[in-house]
């Protein structure tokens, strides 16, 4: 499935070698292109820079650096880079941390490779990857989030919201329910690549920097319920 001119750009970042090194392996022999590993978070941030992976895999216990704030300073100098954590915690607080700090999917160490690799080529075209169970905890904390007034509601402007287009209301109204880019395309039949489109469109309109956000902006007008 995987036809792209080049391979996925893939670093992995775990402060256990062997563990490291293993997944590292499985990802290169699956033919991804494997830039860099680290093993703590000052280590993970400078290499992220200098290699720019198209996916981060990253556990979330580091030393030097936490994982969520190596989650944050990657996205924040290189907001197309998809972060995907691997972690051997499933504890809720630890996978909404890693969301909110801008990763894209969050896969439990118990995986088995197929998972991984499948994860990995998911995240790297902007699917948001769970561990099965994960996901609705993420969904219902979107909807918590979306509930209260926030700060960031900036009231003044919506009446300036930018317009979308119908298409682009209907694949949002898909993502905020939960649905992969692949789903998607199924169920309007258009192409995998047009609805990457289209997301990519409506976050350049909304001014927003990747699928979390467009979920969270999503859910606050009620798009997931209609």
Known sequence: MNRAQD?????????????????ARDLAEAGLDVVATAGDGEQAVR??????????????NLPAKPGVQ???????????????VLSASGEHADVLEAVKSGATGYLLKSASTEELLDAVRRTAVGDPVFTPGLAGLVLGEYRRLASDPG????????????????????????????????????????????????????????????RVELVRYAIERGLDDE
């Open 47 to 60: 290499r992220a820079k200098a290699t720019t992976p198209d996916v981060l895999v990253l556990d979330l």
């Open 151 to 210: 700060p960031a509601s900036g009231g003044g402007d919506e009446p300036h919201a930018p317009r979308l287009t119908d298409r682009e209301t209907e694949v949002l109204r898909l993502v905020a329910k939960g649905l992969s880019y692949k789903q998607i395309a199924e169920r309007l039949v258009i192409s995998h690549r047009t609805v990457q489109n289209h997301v990519q469109n409506t976050l350049g309109k909304l001014q927003l920097h990747n």
């Open 7 to 23: 391979p996925i750009r893939v670093m992995v970042v775990d402060d256990h070698p062997m563990w490291r090194d293993a997944v």
């Open 70 to 84: 190596v989650c944050k300073e990657v996205v924040a100098a290189n907001p197309a880079l998809r972060v995907l």
